[in-house]
């Protein structure tokens, strides 16, 4: 126990329970942030008037010493007390025992915590616009690259490298954006708040959130500490990233098997067998997964840990950190190697060729038997569904139509005489003039998808001014905060 809390009305409390309670363990990780806290609200209660100057230098200077040689002790409650113990010891009682006037450890580690998980939040934000130039760079290099694209795990219709690598550009985009949007409620002040009603003291909240780079406060001193809803929201929108890349994860394991042969993953990020010399086995993407889906149950732990708390500050607040930082640190090892091995990714040779076998472009031709030949699209559906049963029970695949064949069921089924040739009807099922064909915006065709680059490295760029911006800020009130600090203590 602390010595710093003993000899008030708990004289003791057993090491077992000090040692059940601590969060000593994971406080390393807000422990830059304790400094800056400690340091801004004495500089506030100096400039307020609250604290002598004297006193609160000697602190100040207690703190520099301190900062980047203390050790935490594992028999403390955490590391709040262990900063303070530290304190009193080099100034003495008299002047450390003064670090916690008008704040609490509520209002201290919840303001820590939003401290931490902004800059966590800007290396994701960065890390995933790695990714994001990955993307992009992979859809550049696979424009007229041909792959079937799948509904219900059934090949439906072709499509490009491009088409798909925009369509994971745009679900990791918008995971972004929702971090970008989190930041705002993240980057609000909770000092102040104290264990949950303020303070007597006439303290100013808003120098304290100005030293600290907030853009302003979390208002009501009691949802200041009893709440965590910044966090779950940050760990919801870390889920929903993890489930997007879970999802990409998985179409480049299924798709880079023999069967299914679209994908060629790149050297490197693959191992191989114990036993069996020829396998190619992605490891590093099945890791992956499994890690990236741990993110999830992270979730739903938090959700169960602050279902059924009462309004207030409650310790079962620190068993939802672990699960924060968990989900932050997989996502910090997991976006760096994607972003390395995504733009290597190449459509097997080869893949084109089966798009045919697999009837890839059946709905094209009851496009064309409407458009051409005017039968109702239903009729054409039905006419073309037929054809395809036709061909599948003779082991014959749709550039194995003949125009004679078309004719005959058109004929018995709408009782329609057509008029076309073999050259028309190969470019009709051609699965390249498929693609090139689909040109409304958003479709695969070569010429939308290169707009649609060019329009996501836009987005790019504004990503990287909100960084710019938002690190810039930080990096303006650290300045401040250290250069008022050594004008208090004379350095």
């Not at 490009?160 to 929702?178: G, M, P, V």
């Not at 640190?329 to 893949?351: C, F, N, Q, T, Y």
């Not at 040739?421 to 010429?447: A, K, N, Q």
């Not at 996501?456 to 303006?476: C, K, N, Q, V, W």
Request: proline share 4%; with cysteine.
């Amino acid at each position: 126990m602390s010595e710093t809390l003993r000899g008030g009305i708990l004289p003791y409390i057993k090491p077992e329970v000090v040692g059940y309670i601590s969060s000593v363990d994971q406080d390393g990780r807000i422990l830059e942030e304790l400094f800056d806290i400690n340091m801004a609200h004495i500089l506030m209660l100096i400039e307020e008037g609250i604290l002598a100057k004297e006193v609160g230098a000697k602190i100040l200077k207690s703190l520099a010493e301190l900062r980047g040689t203390i050790r935490l002790d594992g028999g403390k409650e955490d590391a709040y007390v262990c900063i303070e113990d530290e304190v009193s010891t080099i100034a003495g009682e008299g002047v450390g025992g003064n670090l916690n006037l008008a704040k609490s450890r509520n209002d201290q580690i919840a303001t820590a915590l939003r401290m931490r998980l902004r800059r966590e939040i800007l290396d994701l934000i960065g890390l995933g616009a790695d990714l994001l130039r990955g993307l992009l760079e992979l859809a550049e290099g696979g424009l007229y690259s041909l792959m079937p694209g799948y509904t219900h795990l059934r090949v439906a219709q072709p499509i490009t490298l491009a088409h798909y690598a925009i369509a994971q550009f745009d679900a990791l985009a918008r995971d972004i954006e929702r971090l970008m949007e989190a930041y705002g409620r993240i980057n609000k002040c909770p000092m102040g708040a104290a264990a949950l009603a303020t303070t007597s003291f006439p303290i100013n909240r808003h120098r304290v959130s100005e030293l600290l780079g907030f853009d302003g406060l979390v208002e009501n001193s009691l949802d200041a500490v009893g709440d965590r809803d910044f966090a779950l929201e940050a760990l919801a929108d870390l889920s929903i990233m993890a489930w997007h890349l879970i999802r990409f994860l998985e179409d480049l394991i299924l798709y880079s098997t023999p069967e299914f042969s679209i994908f060629e993953l790149p050297p490197g990020f693959s191992s191989t067998s114990s036993i069996m010399p020829q396998k190619r086995n992605p490891d590093m993407l099945e890791v992956m997964r499994a890690r990236l889906s741990a993110i999830l149950g992270d979730l739903a732990a938090a959700f169960s840990i602050l279902k059924a708390l009462p309004s207030g500050y409650n310790l079962d607040f620190q068993e939802l950190t672990p699960r924060l930082w968990s989900g932050v640190d997989e996502l910090k090892r997991a976006i760096p190697l994607l972003s390395e091995m995504v733009p290597k990714v190449k459509v097997v040779v080869g893949a084109e060729g089966r798009l045919s076998a697999q009837f890839a472009t059946a709905s094209e031709l009851a496009n064309f038997l409407y458009s051409k030949h005017r039968i109702p699209f239903r009729s054409a559906y039905r006419i073309v569904g037929e054809i395809c049963g036709i061909l599948y029970e003779s082991g014959k695949g749709m550039s194995d139509l003949s125009p004679e064949l078309l004719k005959e069921v058109a004929k018995r089924r709408a009782g329609v005489e057509l008029d076309l040739d073999s050259g028309e009807l190969g470019r009709v099922i051609d699965p390249r003039r498929f693609v090139e064909s689909h040109r409304v915006i958003g479709g695969p065709s070569p010429e939308r998808v290169r707009e649609a680059i060019e329009r996501r490295r836009a987005g790019l760029e504004r990503i990287s001014d909100f960084l710019d911006r938002r690190r810039e800020a930080l990096r303006r009130s650290k300045e401040l905060l250290e250069a008022r600090v050594r004008s208090i203590i004379g350095l």
